[in-house]
């Protein structure tokens, strides 16, 4: 799938492989476009599996610099193999507590980055970085310290018993 040319022509940092349809092709989708993904499915359906490939299909295009996770896995089965990649922003969060204090930072990041695409004038981050990528003098980049932002990606397994443990500290936050 990660050799497919569906997988290779697709541009955007968040394509990820999905599996094949029917027909045999290969079902590439980008995770831009569905920011709020739900897996859900009974036991032994694939949720795992479905987990790991969109996660390894993440890490397979893209380099730490570029995409950036948050790992919240609070029965410790699922995310702690990821623990020594590079793409974290902190090591994997198994506690009720610090999932709702990552969870905060987020939705802090979240804010800033809209105040700074606000300031700059841009829609979206994709339109923010393009401006430093430009190579020509951009009006909006004029008298700024620019830097990279990178995409973040939060992944929460297991959301319903963090839900059930920590409904107050974590649903606002969700939410937001």
Not at 67 to 83: A, C, G, N, T
Not at 142 to 161: C, H, N, S, T, Y
């Amino acid at each position: 799938l990660l050799q497919s040319d569906e997988f290779q022509a697709s541009r955007s940092p968040l394509s990820f492989a999905l599996g094949k349809n029917i027909a045999g092709e290969a079902v590439i989708c980008d995770l831009a476009k569905m920011p709020h993904l739900l897996i859900a499915g009974a036991t032994g359906a694939g949720k795992s599996v479905c987990l790991n490939t969109i996660i390894a299909s993440l890490l397979y295009r893209n380099t730490p610099d570029k995409v950036k996770f948050v790992m919240v896995d609070p029965k410790r089965v699922e995310l702690s193999i990821y623990q020594a990649i590079p793409h974290l922003i902190a090591p994997v969060v198994s506690e009720t507590k610090k999932a709702a204090a990552a969870l905060a930072w987020c939705v802090e990041q979240m804010e800033q980055r809209y105040r700074t695409l606000a300031d700059v004038g841009v829609r979206n981050l994709d339109g923010y970085n393009a401006i430093l990528n430009d190579r020509q003098p951009n009006k909006k980049s004029l008298g700024r310290d620019l830097k990279f932002m990178p995409q973040i990606v939060i992944i929460i397994d297991e959301l319903a018993d963090l839900m059930m443990v920590a409904k107050n500290e974590v649903e606002e936050y969700i939410i937001r």
